[in-house]
């Protein structure tokens, strides 16, 4: 029986697997309901399908904002007047309302929200999209009696959270282990991943396994594309490192090596980072051997580049839980098998269980094995090429990952 299914993201970029899943919901019967806030600061991809599959979208603007129109309309002396007003009949009723703090989630975002659930019809899951979206959703959930989803995608835990750049989430950690433990189900990656939440987070309950995964048949045809760009021999094998430059991902190390192989391998960076990163990574790279692609492209246009790459670079630390158990959570490994690349990764537990199932990567104890892990690759080429489709196959394809989600909702199991 089709379900009303209401999805929650607050403060976080729409990315391809929150388009998906609203697109293969509404492609499964249910009718659904996208409550978003803030999700467009970095426009990462099509969001059309939503509007053309009739997925009602609701977007909210933060109070600061429209309180400021109304300032402006009413002068300097009334304007602050009314805003003092405002915030403290606001906040206080939502106080009343929810009898806990609502400071982490915008006030009038939550009152509108309440509002737009209440004149609805019920709805029967909501789906929290990581820890403000948990958390929006739960605080609705209090009011509506609505069960929760937790629909987690990062692993920011407290052996990361003492790193300045994870102040904010450090900030939501307690709301966080408060609303996930009154959840019913949670969406995350893989066993490994879904062990470290629910220890960290003192609760356990239905586990519903969900690879960050892609859409779209398997991409057999090779493209040229890479090579017409920047003139590389079409004899060359070209490794691909794709995405966002960072120090933690390995990119100077990555270039080092390639600078002192034998010439038969370039590695093309395609991506973007900061401009005084990228200037450093592009000094240290050898004319002929590696060459920068920083011209983003729309996102149809990605298999185009995938295409035109022999092997990719999924390097990740090991220090910390969100990047060690990422053989299932990386958007980028996904395209890769979807376009047959096999992969360079670092050695642990999660690329190990992936490597077992499908030999799709070859595994490093660390960078300065990287020249043997790719002759490796390079020498048994069809073999990670075909492992690297079956891997999308089992489980990257997103049609095939969404079945246990699609069952749960049926019939309240996964089984």
């Known amino acids: 029986m089709p379900k009303r299914i209401a999805v929650f993201q607050y403060d976080w970029p729409l990315q391809s697997y929150t388009r998906d899943l609203l697109v293969k919901l509404r492609e499964e019967g249910h009718e659904v309901t996208f409550f978003a806030y803030q999700v467009f600061e970095v426009q990462l991809v ?8 009739g997925i009602e979208e609701l977007y909210f603007q933060d109070t600061g904002t429209r309180i400021q129109h109304v300032e402006d309309r009413l002068g300097s002396i009334w304007g602050r007047a009314f805003r003092h007003i405002f915030w ?4 206080g009723t939502l106080k009343w309302l929810w009898k806990l703090p609502v400071h982490l989630i915008d006030k009038l975002v939550l009152f509108q929200s309440l509002l737009s659930v209440r004149k609805r019809a019920p709805f029967d899951y ?6 403000e979206g948990l958390i929006w959703a739960s605080l609705l959930a209090r009011k509506t009696r609505v069960p929760v989803i937790y629909y987690s995608l990062e692993l920011y835990l407290e052996d990361l959270l003492h790193l300045p750049e994870y102040a904010k989430y450090a900030s939501l950690r307690k709301a966080e282990l408060k609303c996930h433990q009154r959840a019913v189900a949670t969406i995350v990656q893989d066993r490994f991943r879904a062990e470290a939440l629910f220890r960290a987070n003192n609760t356990r309950n239905l586990w519903i396994p969900l690879p960050v995964s892609v859409r779209g048949l ?3 045809r090779k493209s040229g594309y890479l090579c017409r760009k920047f003139g590389i021999p079409a004899d060359k094998t070209i490794l691909l490192y794709f995405g966002l430059f960072l120090q933690v991902r390995f990119c100077e190390e990555i270039i080092e090596a390639v600078n002192d192989m034998d010439g038969s391998c370039v590695a093309v960076f395609h991506g973007y980072g900061d401009p005084e990163y990228v200037a450093l990574l592009q000094s240290k790279a050898k004319p002929g051997r590696v060459y920068f692609s920083l011209d983003l492209v729309e996102e149809s246009e990605l298999s185009e580049i995938l295409s035109s790459a022999h092997i990719g670079f999924a390097l990740y630390e090991n220090r910390y839980l969100n990047d060690r158990f990422t053989a299932l959570s990386s958007q980028k490994i ?8 096999p992969f360079v990764a670092m050695k642990n537990e999660s690329y190990e269980d992936l490597e077992r ?5 070859a595994l490093v104890d660390d960078v300065s094995s990287l020249p043997q892990a790719l002759s490796l690759v390079v020498s048994h080429y069809q073999q990670y ?8 196959r089992r489980f990257y394809h997103f049609d095939q990952a969404f079945a246990p989600l699609g069952t749960f909702l049926k019939s309240g199991s996964i089984q």
């Open 46 to 53: 099509d969001v059309s399908p939503l509007s053309d599959l």
């Open 88 to 91: 403290r009949f606001l906040v």
């Open 126 to 131: 909501y789906i929290g999209m990581e820890k």
């Open 218 to 220: 398997p991409v057999y």
């Open 334 to 341: 996904a395209l890769f098998a979807r376009h047959g690349l």
């Open 357 to 361: 199932q499908v030999p799709c990567c």
């Open 385 to 392: 090429r075909a492992a690297s489709f079956e891997a999308y």
